[in-house]
């Protein structure tokens, strides 16, 4: 799994934001309503001739997709610090990003995680190269279905 889907799956939950809770808590999923007989059975075959082609069943409706759900990131991060009773300074360090979500923060994940979203600069920790990933997993988080905060993108 890429360091980036580790990120997601830990703020949006394992089957992401239209089908978990914020902290990865399945939400209930309805079950499909019978479809009503419109019809009696029929008890004699329809006959056909050759002149009259025989009926040919209406398509089946197709399902609607569920509107998405949007996850507010920022809610979802504040209660993770909240719950932990964390200080770290995840708004703006990708390093204590990781932190609270318990991924390993090192270099080594870091330049990973700077390969997957395009980082062209030098993959050497840099403050400038750890800037652009906190800035690149929030833009991406949003592009995933989670609502971001403007301030944390730019």
């Known amino acids: 799994m890429s360091i980036f889907s580790k990120i997601k ?11 978990s809770g914020h902290f990865g808590t399945p939400k209930p999923e309805a079950a499909p309503a019978p479809a009503p007989q419109t019809t ?6 329809p006959q056909t001739t050759a002149a009259q082609p025989a ?3 209406a ?10 759900q949007s996850v507010d990131v920022e809610a979802v991060l504040s209660g993770i610090a909240s719950k932990k009773g964390s200080d770290l300074n995840w708004r703006t360090s990708i390093v204590d990003l990781m932190k609270l979500l318990d991924l390993d923060s090192s270099l080594a994940n ?11 600069g030098e993959k050497d920790g840099s403050a400038e190269m750890n800037i652009w990933l906190q ?6 988080l ?5 609502t971001v905060p403007a301030t944390l993108k730019d």
């Open 9 to 19: 799956s830990a703020i949006f939950g394992e089957k992401g934001p239209l089908g």
């Open 40 to 45: 009696a059975p029929q008890t004699t075959a």
């Open 59 to 68: 398509p089946a409706p197709t399902p609607q997709a569920a509107p998405a």
């Open 110 to 120: 870091r330049k990973e995680l700077a390969t997957e979203l395009g980082y062209t």
């Open 55 to 57: 009926p040919t069943p």
């Open 142 to 146: 949003e592009k995933n279905g989670g």
């Open 135 to 140: 800035k690149a997993v929030m833009r991406e």
